[in-house]
């Protein structure tokens, strides 16, 4: 379940051994599961929609467990690039998953984690990516590689995410046209990321919030952050989680839905 228990302990002239259990907990695992479970429940409610029915009850939750998806999909990403630093410095973890990796870089990995200096040197020139998430991600990858991060569509998706999660932290009510084109909370970039929620597409809302909270949105946020995941352990050389039985999130046409990984290939 992603726990390791050490035993802590000291020996005295005047006493027998004792050992005190101390327990690490990897908790990215529960955010990624937490983000799929809401996306399946977004996935159910959808697929039983009849074309003209009353946006109800069921659009009320369908909205309710995007929103859970989206969250839990970036705490899977920041839980998992904070997990990668601390567990560097871990014996255990050094010997079998960062084995690869020279002691001078393993160094500078918990230097740099040790000053939380996350926004000089990795911004690069692009002022698009702006989230201390991401910069840690690319801050670990130049110390590995000893080369910048490719700055492409898959940062960018991650960035535009991570931005849907802050408005809805962080959400401000406002006036908005029906349709707009500027949208005024910042998600125009994800029109076209995913399918509309079946109960407004066909409305004269705005994108933000009713169309874009749905089951393509939850979907597609796992997945990205999935999909991300991944490809990092994997170019900077680090195994950390073995991805073999987690499952993946898979993506259909546009016009339909985003299809969740099978439960019971995750929940093991």
């Not at 990668?84 to 410095?89: L, T, V």
């Not at 990205?224 to 991944?230: D, G, K, N, Q």
Request: glycine share 6%; with cysteine.
């Amino acid at each position: 379940m992603g726990n390791i228990v050490y035993l802590k302990g000291s020996v005295s002239a005047k006493s027998s051994a004792t050992a005190k259990p101390s327990v690490f907990t990897r908790y990215s695992i529960q955010h990624k599961r937490c983000a799929i479970l809401f996306s399946k429940e977004c996935e159910e409610i959808e697929k039983k929609y009849i074309e003209g029915s009353p946006a109800g009850e069921e659009f009320i939750s369908d909205q309710a467990y995007a929103i859970g998806a989206v969250v839990t999909s970036v705490a899977y990403l920041e839980a998992t690039i904070n997990e990668f630093f601390i567990m560097a410095g871990m014996d255990s973890f050094r010997k079998e998953s960062f084995n690869a990796i020279p002691d001078e870089t393993i160094q500078k990995l918990l230097t740099k984690w040790g000053k939380g200096d996350w926004k000089k040197g990795e911004k690069g020139n692009d002022s698009e990516i702006t989230s201390k998430i991401l910069y840690k991600y690319m801050a670990a990858f130049r110390i590995i590689k000893d080369t910048g991060m490719d700055i492409n569509e898959d940062l960018y998706d991650l960035q535009h995410l991570i931005d849907l999660r802050n408005e809805l932290i962080h959400y401000k009510p406002q006036w908005q046209p029906s349709e707009d084109p500027q949208n005024s909370y910042k998600a125009e970039k994800l029109k076209g990321k995913f399918p509309e929620n079946v109960f407004m597409k066909s409305t004269g809302d705005a994108f933000f919030p009713k169309k874009c909270l749905g089951a393509g949105c939850a979907a597609w946020s796992i997945r990205r952050s999935e999909e991300f995941i991944r490809h990092f352990y994997s170019s900077v050389g680090v195994s950390i989680y073995d991805f073999s039985d987690l499952g993946r999130t898979k993506m259909t046409e546009p016009s339909e839905y985003c299809i969740t990984p099978k439960l019971e290939n995750i929940l093991d």
